[in-house]
């Protein structure tokens, strides 16, 4: 069992800036994937970011995080964090860190995350 607790979430101007944070407990793997998921009224839970949480840092970006958002992890504290910049109305979206048992395969896929957090709402005004 793996518990995902976000926290960070807020109302933000366009261009501004947020960090999410993700805090994990319970029985972790080095080959586990840590996601970022994100989800707007009516549509679908869309990858945002990835990362392994044991070993070599790799992470994952979708289009849309590249280059604004960036996902770090610091195991000392078991938290993943997601900073994002230069936010627009359109990232506006409950924001979900999701638990992935091994292997980058399907990291993209909310499928493949076993685990969940409750989410953290972000608001990004115009």
């Known amino acids: 069992q793996v518990q995902l607790v976000e926290s960070g979430g807020g109302l933000v101007q366009a261009g501004g800036s947020l960090r999410l944070s993700c805090a994990i407990s319970?029985?972790?793997?080095?080959?586990?994937?840590i996601g970022w998921f994100r989800q707007a009224p009516g549509k679908e839970r869309d990858f945002i970011a990835a990362c392994t949480w044991g070993g070599v840092f790799s992470t994952d970006y979708s289009d849309s995080a590249k280059g604004r958002f960036t996902i770090s992890r610091d195991n000392a504290e078991n938290t993943v964090s997601l900073q994002m910049n230069s936010l627009k109305p359109e990232d506006t979206a409950v924001y979900y860190c999701g638990f992935k048992l091994s292997h980058w395969a399907g990291s993209r896929s909310e499928g493949s995350y076993i685990y969940w957090g409750q989410g953290t709402q972000v608001t990004v005004s115009s």
């Open positions: 319970g029985r972790t793997f080095s080959t586990s994937i």
